[in-house]
Nanobody
Framework: QVQLVESGGGSVQAGGSLRLSCAAS????????VGWHRQAPGKQREVVAV???????NYADSVKGRFTISRDNAKNTIDLQMNSLKPEDTAVYYC?????????WGQGTQVTVSS
């Protein structure tokens, strides 16, 4: 079974930075894509950033140029560096990993950006 555990959320003022980290565990799984999604109150969950097994990264337009996703295959970690944070980035952030068979989600970590 795959487990994803996020860390690094918290509260920050607008313009600040946070780094989220996700530790993936589970033997025998090959992730074809990993990334981060987020869900703000009253809104649908949305993709923030995804990185494929071929190291191709994609970002939501709203975070391009501010967020950077990285993946360490040796450590099985997925990080999200978030700079120039805005109040509209406030949400619960979920780590995400996809195999050929199914998708997996972490429990989420809260990010709150105050103006």
């Amino acid at each position: 079974q795959v487990q994803l555990v996020e860390s690094g959320g918290g509260s920050v003022q607008a313009g600040g930075s946070l780094r989220l980290s996700c530790a993936a565990s589970g033997r025998g799984f090959t992730f074809i894509a990993v990334g981060w999604h987020r869900q703000a109150p009253g809104k649908q969950r949305e993709v923030v950033a995804v990185i494929t097994s071929g190291s191709i990264s994609n970002y939501a337009d709203s975070v391009k140029g501010r967020f950077t996703i990285s993946r360490d295959n040796a450590k099985n970690t997925i990080d999200l560096q978030m700079n120039s944070l805005k109040p509209e980035d406030t949400a619960v952030y979920y780590c995400y990993a996809r195999t050929v068979a199914r998708s997996y989600w972490g429990q989420g970590t809260q990010v709150t950006v105050s103006s």
